[in-house]
């Protein structure tokens, strides 16, 4: 199982939005609405931000939100602030004997 | 408060063996899959091996397969990863998490992380 494809780096300005992207295939990202999204920053554990597509957890920003057409979902953050800096990774459950795939990873930057 | 607390990291040779825990607390530990997750340094995050709640059905990474077995207690609200025939590319933060409730899936996101244990292997 490949890992999903995000692009290696976002960047905007503070109170701006934007989208990362996270590319898999019919396996996984196209084939089940299970994809989540987890916010890293240095040094600490990932956070959940995002499931199913387009769920938040409770407690989290609805600055956050995900969508997903065909075999690539995305996440957008909206307003963005500083504290937004940090790494962001989506994952997808496969179906299949290895159960769940994680993304390549993006990090975001606030100018 | 709901808490994953990992240990049994530590440094290890090549080909050795190690068996880390995870203790849970304040939550009903039986019913919900577990997983572990690593990150090896500066690095992404890499999904190796998940249980279901029951411990009857397991899973793990094409990387580890055959080499870590994962395992529950749910007396004792624990969760094992047993690593066998470890490599240099073992090398990583191992992260215990917990599952979202079963609905229509017991595997659909991570909601709750611990802090990570340290595994090196190197001679």
């Known amino acids: 199982q490949s890992a999903l494809t995000q692009p290696a780096s976002v960047s905007g300005s503070p109170g701006q939005s934007i989208t990362i992207s996270c590319t898999g295939t019919s396996r996984d990202v196209g084939g089940y609405d299970y994809v989540s999204w987890y916010q890293q920053h240095p040094g600490k554990a990932p956070k959940l931000i995002i499931y199913?597509?387009?769920s938040r957890p409770s407690g989290v920003s609805n600055r956050f939100s995900g969508s997903k057409s065909g075999n690539t979902a995305s996440l957008t953050i909206s307003g963005l602030q500083a504290e937004d800096e940090g790494d962001y990774y989506c994952t997808s459950f496969t179906g299949s004997r290895t159960l769940y795939v994680f993304g390549t990873g993006t990090k975001v930057t606030v100018l | 408060e709901i808490q994953l607390l990992e240990s049994g990291g530590g440094l290890v040779q090549p080909g050795g063996s190690l068996r880390l825990s995870c203790a849970a607390s304040g939550f009903t530990f039986s019913n919900y899959a577990m997983g572990w997750v690593r990150q090896a340094p500066g690095r992404g995050l890499d999904w190796v091996s998940s249980?279901?709640?029951?411990?009857?059905?397991?899973y793990y990474a094409d990387s580890v397969m055959g080499r870590f077995t994962i395992s529950r207690d749910n007396s004792k609200n624990t969760v094992s990863l047993l690593m066998n025939g470890l490599r240099a590319e073992d090398t990583a933060i191992y992260f215990c998490a917990k599952y979202l409730e079963c609905s229509s899936n017991c595997y659909r996101a991570f909601d709750i992380w611990g802090q990570g244990t340290l595994v090196t292997v190197s001679s």
């Open positions: 249980i279901r709640n029951s411990g009857a059905n397991t």
């Open positions: 199913d597509v387009n």
